[in-house]
């Protein structure tokens, strides 16, 4: 039997620029662009909508309201797949906090900066500047201004 995993990234935005997160990758030790992502789980999570929102309070300290659906990216590996649901969302509160060290252990992360980069800024960015291709589509996404209605994800009570 195959593992899945469900990650949810948000694209979170504040007047045309793009939050983003720099952290650690895992195998290069080196630090990336990454846009706000957490696993779905099912202890603490309501849905994937209560996954962005808990996600983007613990890697950047921001609360957000999700606007839209950007699109579904999945990833094939022995042993699993990946299936990343990437939302858009605008920022409601722009004071941005990364978590304390001890909290980031605890997540198993490690949070450098958070950071808003424009659209022109982005457009200049190199696929080797993000954390994976998943991070680099779902920005480019946002970039041509991609958005589905929420409403195409449908939520079982």
């Known amino acids: 039997m195959s593992n899945i995993n469900l990650k949810v990234g948000v694209l979170a935005s504040h007047k045309g620029s793009l939050l983003l997160i720099k952290e650690i990758n895992s195998k290069d030790k080196k630090y990336y662009w990454n846009i706000i ?3 779905f789980d099912s202890e603490k999570d309501k849905d994937i909508l209560a996954t962005a929102h ?9 609360k957000i309201s999700i606007e839209g659906f950007l699109n579904i990216i999945t990833k094939s590996k022995k042993g699993g797949i990946t299936i990343q649901i990437n939302l858009i969302a605008n920022l409601t509160s722009k004071k941005l906090k990364i978590a304390s060290r001890g909290d980031q252990l605890k997540e198993n992360e490690d949070i450098r900066e958070v950071k808003f980069y424009t659209k022109k800024e982005l457009r200049k960015m190199k696929k080797d500047d993000f954390m994976n291709e998943r991070a680099f ?8 201004g991609k958005k589905n209605d929420i409403s195409l994800l449908k939520f079982c009570s």
């Open 37 to 39: 992502k957490g696993t």
């Open 54 to 62: 808990r996600e983007a309070i613990e890697e950047a300290g921001v």
């Open 137 to 144: 589509i779902a920005i480019r996404g946002w970039l041509n």
